[in-house]
């Protein structure tokens, strides 16, 4: 089957008629609030630093910014056009790791899907309730396509954040912009990327604003008519090492598994919190009295 993703088809197709459960928005809601104070916090990081200074040359536009810097020029509003504020907003709001995660999906899913559906909004002059509603759709396209991708997929390298994410930022854009969502689908996979060799460095959270930019832009592509060739999916499974797992859309529409996002206590990747927590609950530890000797019924992994 060349176009794995046509069960994405007919969901974003019926968007007008789609009934998003109560509970569902109110999840996105918690996420939007989450995804604020992530970007917020970090608006005196080097990295967000950067991007604010490079808004400077993102010329004039609709959309708000995390931190906008002032400047000598007077025509300079603080607002960017609408794929420049995602790209920003949404590198600035993985910069501190601190985002929610979906264990499903393998990465992270609002830290892409809002700034896209934000500055769409923003700029289509949408209402919150339809930029909710868009973001909770676009959530849940990301963490389908994620699971489509598979674990193999983030095994070889790829990081599902950029990857998996552009796809939900795309779709919030669609359906704010009113754009087709096939031509969409088609279009932001010819854009996926993100590396997780990019980890620890400043172009990992930037991996997370290339895939709302690309989401906003493949949108945006769309709606002029612009279209990729359905030959792209299966190029995207062959190039990304990934599953194709088509059970990933079963049930699309009906059940609406981005619910089960996760939030985060400590600001590292999510892997690690449970040893964190285990650590804390040995606090406070005495170094003296730790017995360098490892029983031989214990194994170590390195």
């Known amino acids: 089957m060349l176009n794995d993703l046509a069960p994405l088809d007919p969901f974003l197709n019926c968007k007008n008629n789609l009934t998003v459960p109560?509970?569902?928005l109110e999840v996105m809601e918690l996420c939007l609030l989450d995804w604020a104070i992530c970007g917020l916090g970090a608006d005196n990081n080097p990295i967000s630093l950067g991007m604010a200074q490079y808004s400077l040359n993102a010329g004039a536009g609709s959309a708000s910014i995390f931190n906008a810097p002032t400047a000598n020029d007077?025509?300079?509003?603080?607002?960017?056009?609408?794929r420049a504020a995602a790209l920003i907003k949404g590198t600035m709001s993985h910069v501190l790791d601190f985002d929610d995660t979906h264990f499903g999906h393998i990465g992270h899913v609002s830290t892409?899907?809002?700034p896209a559906a934000l500055a769409v909004a923003e700029t289509e002059g949408a209402?919150?309730?339809a930029f909710l509603r868009a973001a909770r759709i676009g959530a849940e396209v990301a963490t389908r396509v994620g699971l489509w991708l598979g674990r193999s997929h983030y095994q070889a390298g790829w990081h599902q954040t950029a990857t998996s994410g552009a796809f939900g930022a795309a779709s919030a854009a669609a359906i704010l912009m009113d754009a087709p969502p096939s031509s969409t689908t088609l279009n932001v996979a010819g854009f996926a990327a993100g590396q997780k060799a990019q980890f620890g460095s400043a172009m990992k959270p930037v991996n997370a604003g290339m895939a709302a930019a690309h989401g906003v832009e493949a949108a945006q592509l769309a709606k002029v008519g612009m279209c990729g060739s359905p030959d792209v999916i299966a190029a995207l499974l062959a190039t990304h090492n990934a599953e194709g797992?088509?059970?990933a859309f079963a049930g699309l529409g009906d059940t609406w598994i981005f619910d089960s996002v996760s939030h985060k206590y400590h600001a590292c990747c999510h892997g690690t919190h449970a040893m964190i927590e285990a650590l804390l609950s040995l606090m406070p530890?005495?170094?003296d009295t730790i017995d360098g000797n490892v029983p031989k019924n214990v194994e170590i992994l390195i």
């Open 22 to 24: 109560a509970h569902s």
């Open 74 to 82: 007077s025509m300079w509003s603080g607002r960017v056009p609408a």
């Open 285 to 287: 530890l005495n170094v």
């Open 127 to 129: 209402d919150f309730d």
């Open 112 to 114: 892409v899907v809002i």
């Open 245 to 247: 797992n088509v059970s």
